[in-house]
């Protein structure tokens, strides 16, 4: 597609260039938003990877300066402030890029040619991934290995806020204040299959490990200064205060969200929230009201029992709001308004990090409508922002425990049945789980409201019976751990999860994994990280194939 639109004659000779195939966060997936983009007079021209948080800011400022925009894009606004600040200084393309640097919040990793200096690429990064190769006469940039293995296996890790001048077979590094660094150069064993996956064996693992950055970025999007601010997606003040009801639908993974999100907001916010399947949803003549809102949550936006729901709801004349990883897609293009997750590609069937960063959409929610219908106060809104803040990190703790969970996968990787056990939020953590060991072990399982367990289930607890119990909020945790008594007088072997402080599950369960403490509304976000590697490590001890489960598809675009 691209070589036969470049390849028509036309296309520009020469042998420095740069091209991005962008994962859209700003500005749909279009001709106009495509990259590279460049300065008005093409002095600058550069493609870009990451979220440039104050682009609408910065776009604000090189319009009063004389600029203009044919994009939606961050990108495009990037690339005019080298351009600004190249004119301005007239000190060349590294103060330009230093320049730019100070005064841009987000991430980024950036290339961009100059005009006056053929040949050459200069490149910029922070946070986002890039990597720089050298061969003979040659040199490469691209956000990771693979793209590059088969021209060079020597390559260099550019450091955050440093920058590169590459030219044939060079490149030289500067570091923010413009001075001269060396970096060492590092040779790639890896063979492009192997390095596509970051060093991974198996893409879902790689996607469980990008969790603490996802969820980042996708919080990041909304918070600002302090402050949640959702109004892009239609949350404004208003309409916060002035709904009476929600409708969180989706299928999956992403009806587990919503099923989290009802207890949180409920909680938080006081609103009643519905939850329904998609595919139920449709067909059950929903009863709904224009003051009510539909929310869709979906990672592929292409599902075709949520694309239903949307449109049933749409046709009753119900604002809808799709929560949406995939930028254009069909739900992100046809719900009322979006809030795009920032998980960025999710390759894996098994769902991760998308899971996660919904849950993060979720909570910036919950936490906006309880300010807006002041059922919290400004130092609880303040409080709750700040665990939001400090949540990626404490997801990266939690993916700490690996080698014990791998070694207790190993153990029972051949069960014939697993019970997910769980109360509250616990609940909706316990049917992700579930599905996760599903999906990928091939393994039955079942995740049960804990008080549930004894109008029936319990009659299947025999010895040996793996019962996990997820039990990470205080106001349950007794009436968990009394359930999981219930299940060991019945022979069950219980692995209990739950958060640091609450030891006594030792004395009850036969092996016990303690996830990092946060707000107990964010909870969900740490006690699935166990649960995705204990599905992950199982399948691998079963010999799956992790990535691509029998019988799934990543996106179930027919009824
Ligand atoms: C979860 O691991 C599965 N891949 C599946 O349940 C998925 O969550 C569901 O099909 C919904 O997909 P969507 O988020 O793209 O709409």
Same mark, same amino acid.
């Given at each position: 597609?691209?070589?036969?639109?470049?390849?028509?004659?036309?296309?520009?000779?020469?042998?420095?260039?740069?091209?991005?195939?962008?994962?859209?966060?700003?500005?749909?997936?279009?001709?106009?938003?495509?990259?590279? #983009?460049?300065?008005?007079?093409?002095?600058?021209?550069?493609?870009?990877?990451?979220?440039?948080?104050?682009?609408?800011?910065?776009?604000?400022?090189?319009?009063?300066? /004389?600029?203009?925009?044919?994009?939606?894009?961050?990108?495009?606004?990037?690339?005019?402030?080298?351009?600004?600040?190249?004119?301005?200084?007239?000190?060349?393309?590294?103060?330009?890029?230093?320049?730019?640097?100070?005064?841009?919040?987000?991430?980024?990793?950036?290339?961009?040619?100059?005009?006056?200096?053929?040949?050459?690429?200069?490149?910029?990064?922070?946070?986002?991934?890039? $990597?720089?190769?050298?061969?003979?006469?040659?040199?490469?940039?691209?956000?990771?290995?693979?793209?590059?293995?088969?021209?060079?296996?020597?390559?260099?890790?550019?450091?955050?806020?440093?920058?590169?001048?590459?030219?044939?077979?060079?490149?030289?590094?500067?570091?923010?204040?413009?001075?001269?660094?060396?970096?060492?150069?590092?040779?790639?064993?890896?063979?492009?299959?192997?390095?596509?996956? /970051?060093?991974?064996?198996?893409?879902?693992?790689?996607e469980?490990?990008?969790?603490?950055r996802?969820?980042?970025?996708?919080?990041?999007?909304?918070?600002?200064?302090?402050?949640?601010?959702?109004?892009?997606?239609? @949350?404004? #003040?208003?309409?916060?205060?002035?709904?009476?009801?929600l409708?969180?639908?989706?299928?999956?993974?992403?009806?587990?969200?919503?099923?989290?999100?009802?207890?949180?907001? &409920?909680?938080?916010?006081?609103?009643?929230?519905?939850?329904?399947?998609?595919? &139920?949803?449709?067909?059950?003549?929903?009863?709904?009201?224009?003051?009510?809102?539909?929310v869709?949550?979906?990672?592929?936006?292409?599902?075709?029992?949520?694309?239903?729901?949307?449109?049933?709801?749409?046709?009753?004349?119900?604002?809808t709001?799709?929560?949406?990883?995939?930028?254009?897609?069909? $739900?992100?293009?046809?719900?009322?308004?979006?809030?795009?997750?920032?998980a960025?590609?999710?390759?894996?069937?098994?769902?991760?990090?998308?899971?996660?960063?919904?849950?993060?959409?979720?909570?910036?929610?919950?936490?906006?409508?309880?300010?807006?219908?002041?059922?919290?106060?400004?130092?609880?809104?303040?409080?709750?922002?700040?665990?939001?803040?400090?949540?990626?990190?404490? $997801?990266?703790?939690?993916?700490?425990?690996?080698?014990?969970?791998?070694?207790?996968?190993?153990?029972?990787?051949?069960?014939?049945?697993?019970?997910? @056990?769980?109360?509250?939020?616990?609940?909706?953590?316990?049917l992700?789980?579930?599905?996760?060991?599903?999906?990928?072990?091939?393994?039955?399982?079942?995740?049960?409201?804990?008080?549930?367990?004894?109008?029936?289930?319990?009659?299947l607890?025999?010895?040996?019976?793996?019962?996990?119990?997820?039990?990470?909020?205080?106001?349950?945790?007794?009436?968990?751990?009394?359930?999981?008594?219930?299940?060991?007088a019945?022979?069950?072997?219980?692995?209990?999860?739950?958060?640091?402080?609450?030891y006594?599950? &030792?004395?009850?369960?036969?092996?016990?994994?303690?996830?990092?403490?946060?707000?107990?509304?964010?909870?969900?976000?740490?006690?699935?990280?166990?649960?995705?590697?204990?599905?992950?490590?199982i399948?691998?001890?079963?010999?799956?194939?992790?990535?691509?489960?029998?019988?799934?598809?990543?996106s179930?675009?027919?009824?």
């Amino acid at each position: 597609m691209l070589e036969e639109k470049t390849n028509d004659g036309r296309a520009l000779k020469g042998e420095c260039g740069v091209g991005h195939t962008r994962w859209a966060t700003h500005g749909e997936p279009s001709e106009v938003n495509a990259h590279p #983009h460049c300065s008005d007079d093409m002095n600058v021209i550069g493609v870009h990877n990451g979220i440039i948080e104050n682009y609408q800011e910065l776009k604000e400022k090189m319009i009063r300066k /004389g600029y203009s925009f044919y994009s939606q894009t961050d990108t495009e606004v990037l690339i005019k402030t080298v351009d600004y600040y190249y004119k301005k200084y007239r000190m060349g393309p590294i103060d330009a890029l230093a320049k730019t640097m100070v005064r841009v919040r987000g991430s980024y990793a950036l290339a961009v040619m100059f005009k006056d200096y053929p040949g050459e690429i200069y490149a910029a990064r922070k946070d986002s991934p890039m $990597i720089i190769g050298v061969s003979e006469g040659e040199s490469y940039l691209a956000s990771d290995v693979p793209a590059i293995l088969q021209y060079c296996r020597s390559v260099y890790y550019i450091g955050n806020l440093e920058m590169a001048k590459l030219s044939a077979g060079e490149a030289v590094f500067y570091n923010i204040d413009g001075d001269e660094i060396k970096k060492p150069l590092t040779e790639i064993t890896w063979d492009a299959e192997a390095a596509e996956k /970051g060093g991974y064996e198996h893409f879902m693992m790689k996607e469980i490990h990008e969790q603490p950055r996802a969820v980042r970025d996708t919080l990041g999007s909304a918070i600002h200064d302090g402050a949640i601010d959702l109004a892009a997606a239609g @949350l404004t #003040h208003e309409v916060m205060r002035g709904v009476t009801q929600l409708h969180f639908v989706a299928c999956g993974s992403a009806y587990h969200v919503c099923m989290a999100a009802k207890y949180i907001i &409920e909680d938080l916010a006081r609103l009643p929230v519905q939850v329904d399947l998609d595919s &139920e949803f449709r067909y059950r003549k929903p009863i709904l009201r224009s003051d009510e809102l539909v929310v869709i949550i979906s990672q592929s936006g292409e599902t075709a029992d949520s694309l239903a729901a949307l449109r049933e709801a749409k046709a009753q004349g119900v604002p809808t709001l799709g929560i949406v990883n995939v930028v254009g897609s069909s $739900i992100a293009r046809e719900a009322d308004n979006v809030f795009y997750t920032l998980a960025g590609p999710e390759i894996a069937v098994a769902t991760t990090k998308a899971y996660s960063t919904q849950l993060a959409a979720c909570y910036l929610i919950a936490v906006q409508l309880a300010k807006a219908r002041e059922t919290i106060d400004s130092e609880r809104y303040a409080a709750l922002i700040a665990e939001l803040e400090a949540l990626p990190e404490k $997801i990266a703790r939690a993916l700490e425990d690996k080698e014990r969970l791998q070694w207790f996968a190993s153990k029972y990787a051949g069960v014939h049945d697993v019970f997910f @056990l769980g109360r509250g939020l616990d609940y909706a953590v316990a049917l992700e789980g579930s599905l996760k060991m599903k999906e990928i072990s091939y393994i039955h399982s079942e995740a049960y409201a804990a008080g549930e367990l004894k109008h029936g289930t319990i009659s299947l607890i025999e010895n040996g019976t793996l019962v996990i119990s997820i039990a990470t909020q205080t106001a349950l945790y007794e009436k968990m751990v009394s359930n999981m008594v219930e299940v060991k007088a019945r022979g069950g072997y219980l692995m209990g999860l739950t958060s640091s402080g609450h030891y006594s599950m &030792e004395d009850t369960a036969d092996f016990t994994v303690y996830v990092p403490v946060t707000d107990e509304h964010f909870m969900a976000s740490l006690a699935v990280v166990p649960l995705q590697l204990m599905g992950y490590y199982i399948s691998m001890a079963r010999g799956l194939d992790v990535d691509k489960p029998r019988n799934l598809a990543k996106s179930v675009t027919v009824e």
